[in-house]
Every structure is written in structure tokens, then in C-alpha cells.
């Protein structure tokens, strides 16, 4: 028997404020009765504030991350057209096999597990393509796998330099509503993520924001689509209906977890806080001495942060200890590094309590699995950090000094 909260540190679903859990207990209700209407063209509004778009049209089908992929592809591109994606992680990966399946001709820039979407090879091959013939240009903001944050707005310089013209499509699953993410300032054409990360919701919905160019792109482009039609699910939207039944309760969820972001944390502070947040974890790996997935500081990852375990341990034993010992659940390497690499999710409902529990049962588990731990190391490092940044707001990359400096109220 299992007593007390299982403990949730994997990067989706994540944890889910009681507020919002709350706001979900709804009776069932007509989809089709006058006054519903008004609840969607709410939250299609205020996901605009979230996207950072103010021109872009949003859209929420009954689906999850993968199927907002899929819909952002069918309804804007053609058969057999060239698009660029990088693969450098198995969420990045699935969407290449998926552009494949769905009958694309994938030009695919393999890159290490553990780099960025490579800025630069995509610019030499954009500014090399002078008939335009790459219809669209796919970048994994944050690789989930690998705890890797991508710089889209090089990707859009890369275009634009080029004067290329392609699609920009960004899959924002796991940085929307927790890492600087900005759809018009980075002409980004498709935003596509799901309701179980950032938006800190089950899973049930696909959510993508479509910009002018992609819009005015779908109504020529031929691939097959039906259920994921967009001009379908807009002109319901006009009004705040759905051209099929939408999950209600999760609306309703939706409504209160945008006003907890947007109006009550507010976004600014919210990304501030998985920065915040992240680092501590960072840290707490650092005095461990082990390695990150992610080769350099400048592709951190807010939400995941994916470790790579030492020699002769096997990462699945750990997430299987902490799972079963102290109910724990943290997320496993996924793909080439299964059995090398356990990650700790840190986005949507944390706190630094949260963060430091989990490297607190890291350490445990970690040295049950085998490895050389010095108990309280990580947790430690992680504790200066939040309770220093906590008090004179640094956000200095710099190792922090062990005395605490408590500032006066
Ligand atoms: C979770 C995730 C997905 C898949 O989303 P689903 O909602 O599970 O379909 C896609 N891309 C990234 C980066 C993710 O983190």
C-alpha cells in the first residue's frame, strides 16, 4: 500500500493544481447551449496571450500534442512536398517519422542527442535551396528527451536571411506557458502543443496557433484531412462552438489554469519561475558529477533536465526504485538512452519544495542503483540556490557561495 502523494516529476503529464482539478468538478453540459459559446472564445483569446500572438488564430481539437502535428501538417502542406527538420531526440524523431508516414519527403539533419536544432546547417541548406523547393522548416523548441531548448528565433533569422520562404512549424509541447516562447516576434506559422505540460491539464486536447501565411496556405494544400480540418473547427469557433463534441470539463480546467497564468502568477513570472526553478535542479546535478544530456549551457532546458547516470548503473533501476521505495516517478530515457539517462520534469505546478524532493530521492535512489552518492550533495547545492535567488532575485550563472545573505524586508 502506498501512503502520502506519489510524487510526479515527469515532464507530462505534469502536476495539476488542485484549482484547476477543482474547476473541472462540472456536471456534464449541453455543447450546443446558448451561453456555452462564451467559455471557448474566452480561452481561444486568452491562449493567444500565452502563444504571444496577436494576428495568429488558435485552435483546440479533442487530441493530444501528437495529433496538433498531424493537423498542422495535413492542413498546409502537399503531397510529397520537401520539408527540413533536424532529429536530435525521440520527440523530434517521431515527428520526422510522422512527416514520413503522412507521404512528406523528409530531408532530415541528424544531430547529437544532446545539440539544439543546428541554426546554422539549416541556414547553409535554406540559402542553398534558391528554387524554394523546402516547403517547410520544423523545429522541436524543447526536445523533451534530452532536456534541449532550441532557438527558434535563429531558425527564423536563417529564413529570413535567405529571403526563403518555407513554413515555419515549431512544436512548443513542452515550452508553452513555461519557456519564453513568442509566435508573431519569431514568425513562427505553426505553434503546435498539448493541454498535459505547461497548461498544467490532463491530456484530451491538441492545441495549435496558425499564422496568415499558414492559414492562407490551407486553402490550397491537398493532403487528406477530415477530422483536423481547420476551416471546419474555425467557422464553429466563430461563435465558440465545436464542429464535434469538445471535452467540457476540460474547458472549464483550461479557463482557470489561464487565469492562474496569465492573470494571477502572470506569464512573465511564471517563465521566471521555471528558470528559477531549473537551475536549482542543475546545480543539484552538478555537486552529484554527473552529466547532462544537454551539451551546453546554452540549451538548458526549463521544464526537463535529462542526467546522464554514471558507469555501470542502469538509469531504468533507478526510476524503478524511486518508483517502488519512494513513490517517486521520474522519466526515463527514452529511445538511444534507455538504461542511460533518468530526467526530472520540472514545469507546470512546481515549486522549489517540489524540486528539492526530487533530487532528495534522486540521491537515494541513485545510490540504491549503485552509484557513488554523497547524501545531501545535490540537495545542498540546490537549497543555496533557491533560498540565495529567493532573497536578492540574482540570476547570476556563477556558483554561489555557501553563506547565506538574508536580506531585510
Ligand atoms: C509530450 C510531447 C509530445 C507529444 O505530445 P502528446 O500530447 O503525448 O501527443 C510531442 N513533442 C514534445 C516535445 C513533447 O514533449
Given at each position: 500500500m502506498r501512503t502520502g502523494q506519489t510524487q510526479l516529476f515527469v515532464p507530462g503529464p505534469t502536476n495539476m493544481p488542485e484549482a484547476v482539478r477543482q474547476a473541472m468538478n462540472v456536471p456534464m453540459q449541453d455543447m450546443r447551449a446558448p451561453d456555452f459559446g462564451g467559455l471557448t472564445i474566452g480561452i481561444l483569446d486568452d491562449l493567444k496571450k500565452i502563444f504571444r500572438t496577436e494576428t495568429g488564430r488558435v485552435m483546440m481539437f479533442p487530441g493530444s500534442g501528437s495529433g496538433a502535428w498531424e493537423a498542422a501538417i495535413t492542413n498546409t502542406l502537399n503531397p510529397g512536398d520537401k520539408v527540413l527538420m533536424a532529429r536530435h531526440g525521440q520527440f523530434s524523431a517521431l515527428w520526422v517519422e510522422m512527416a514520413e508516414r503522412l507521404g512528406l519527403d523528409v530531408e532530415v539533419i541528424d544531430v547529437t542527442?544532446?545539440?539544439?536544432?543546428p541554426a546554422q546547417k539549416f541556414s547553409r541548406r535554406l540559402g542553398a535551396d534558391t528554387k524554394d523547393e523546402i516547403k517547410a522548416v520544423f523545429v522541436t523548441h524543447n526536445e523533451t528527451a534530452t532536456g534541449v531548448t532550441s532557438d527558434v528565433a535563429a531558425i527564423r533569422r536563417a529564413l529570413d536571411e535567405s529571403f526563403h520562404d518555407a513554413l515555419l512549424f515549431v512544436d512548443a509541447v513542452s515550452s508553452l506557458a513555461s519557456i519564453e516562447f513568442r509566435m508573431d516576434d519569431w514568425g513562427v506559422d505553426l505553434a503546435v502543443t498539448g493541454s498535459q505540460k505547461g497548461l498544467m491539464l490532463p491530456a484530451g486536447l491538441g492545441i495549435l496557433a496558425v499564422s496568415d501565411k499558414a492559414m492562407t496556405a490551407s486553402e490550397t494544400a491537398t493532403m487528406r484531412r477530415a477530422y483536423f480540418e481547420f476551416s471546419d473547427m474555425l467557422r464553429m469557433n466563430e461563435t465558440g462552438y465545436f464542429p464535434y463534441t469538445p471535452p467540457t470539463q476540460l474547458l472549464h480546467g483550461m479557463r482557470k489554469s489561464l487565469d492562474r497564468i496569465l492573470f494571477e502568477e502572470g506569464l512573465d513570472n511564471v517563465i521566471a519561475r521555471h528558470h528559477r526553478l531549473a537551475e536549482g535542479v542543475r546545480r543539484g546535478v552538478a555537486a552529484w558529477g554527473l552529466d547532462l544530456v544537454a551539451e551546453s549551457h546554452r540549451v538548458h532546458s526549463d521544464t526537463v533536465t535529462a542526467i546522464r547516470v554514471p558507469e555501470g548503473v542502469d538509469a531504468r533501476d533507478v526510476i524503478r526504485i524511486a518508483y517502488e521505495e519512494f513513490n517517486t516517478s521520474f522519466g526515463s530515457g527514452l529511445g538511444e538512452l534507455n538504461g542511460k539517462v533518468f530526467r526530472i520534469g520540472h514545469l507546470g505546478d512546481m515549486n522549489e519544495a517540489m524540486c528539492l524532493t526530487a533530487l532528495s530521492v534522486a540521491e537515494m535512489a541513485l545510490a540504491k542503483a549503485g552509484a557513488q552518492m554523497r547524501f545531501g550533495s545535490g540537495v545542498g547545492a540546490a537549497q543555496n540556490w533557491y533560498a540565495r535567488v529567493e532573497v536578492s532575485e540574482t540570476s547570476s550563472e556563477a556558483p554561489q557561495p555557501a553563506r547565506l545573505t538574508i536580506a531585510a524586508e
Open positions: 542527442w544532446g545539440a539544439g536544432c
